[in-house]
Each structure stands twice: as C-alpha cells, then as structure tokens.
C-alpha cells in the first residue's frame, strides 16, 4: 500500500455550549475542509449512556481586501438536528408527523 504522507488537521475554534472557547484540532477531509458536523460523545458520571454534544460547521469570517473566507469554526448545536438539502433517497426522520402525508387533523374539512 502506497503512502499517503501525514494527515492534515487544523485548528478550528469551537462557539457556544460547553465547548466554549476551545480550540481542538480537526482532522480534515479529502476536500481540505472539515466535517460538516462534529460530534462529541460526553460519558455520563452514572455509567448511563453517554451524552453527544453536536457542533455545526459555519464560516469563521471573511478578509477585508478580497473578500476570501478565513476558515471555519463550530458553533454549538443543542438540537443536533443535521441542516441541509434534504434528499427525496434520504432516511425518513426517526419522529414523523403526527398526521401522515400532510394531512389535515379534522378529516371532514
């Protein structure tokens, strides 16, 4: 198997929830970005299931002659919910709506 050389990462800020003010280093994709979404499993102190902090990937500011971004940051998510394109081949939501296909609550309207 070929080399592939070191694995680049960089230094991204984290905003918001109790990542607060941090700076970690994230490993970074075939694309030179980061993930879109940085999870971070919290074990629980009663050996229950452990809580998972989600981090949306946002851009971190753009530079004032050209315009270009500067990079990327994470800001706390408390939903977790992914944001995005939804695709018509992507999994249902795990909680549907309570009345299916858009219905109407009274059925004689």
């Known amino acids: 198997m070929s080399d592939t050389g070191p694995v680049k990462s960089e230094d991204t800020p984290f905003e918001g929830g109790p990542m607060d003010g941090r700076v970690l280093p994230v490993l970074l994709g075939p694309t030179g970005h980061p993930p879109k979404h940085y999870r971070i499993p919290v074990p629980d102190a009663d050996g229950g299931p452990p809580t998972v902090l989600v981090y949306r990937r946002v851009p ?50």
Do not use: F, H
Not at 72 to 84: A, F, I, L, N, V
């Open 60 to 109: 971190r500011g753009q530079g004032k002659r050209l315009g270009l971004q500067q990079g990327w940051k994470y800001e706390y998510d408390p939903e977790g919910k992914p944001s995005g394109i939804r695709w018509p081949w992507s999994k249902p939501d795990s909680k549907p709506d309570a009345t299916p296909g858009g219905k109407p609550e009274n059925p004689d309207e």
